[in-house]
């Protein structure tokens, strides 16, 4: 009986928050591009990108993100936010987590792991 090879692994890791710029966006079109191509996706979000998945957001004039990243998440997509940028945000210490299920608060120390784990590495912002 013949396995399948390993999925390859995208790691993507945002800086810059939603509605500032298209990263935000470019990330969700590159992620759902490699989840549809059988990738495991990584996404780490560090700075303002901390801003992403954060509940409750209503924009008027954008495509709301955070519709986005919630499909990503129902797909399997790993989300991880830097503690450090969101407790500078007011995230982290929040007693109502702010974030979508299945958004992960953790550190840096992560970024090493993916990137030695994953196939692809981009960096947007």
């Not at 549809?36 to 008027?60: C, S, W």
């Not at 500078?88 to 784990?117: H, L, M, Q, S």
Request: hydrophobic share 35%; glycine share 4%.
């Amino acid at each position: 009986m013949e396995s399948s090879p390993p999925k390859k692994t995208l790691t993507l890791i945002l800086t810059e928050g939603p509605y500032r710029s298209q990263y935000a966006d470019m990330a969700y079109e590159i992620a759902k591009s490699a989840l549809n191509n059988e990738y495991n996706v990584n996404i780490f979000l560090y700075m303002d990108a901390t801003h992403i998945p954060r509940k409750g957001q209503n924009p008027h004039s954008f495509p709301n993100i955070l519709e986005k990243i919630k499909k990503l998440v129902s797909r399997g997509a790993d989300i991880r936010a830097c503690v450090r940028c969101a407790t500078a945000r007011g995230y982290a210490c929040d007693a109502k987590f702010p974030y979508i299920n299945g958004i992960t608060i953790t550190n840096v120390y992560d970024i090493p792991e993916w990137i030695k784990k994953s196939d692809k590495v981009l960096s947007l912002g």
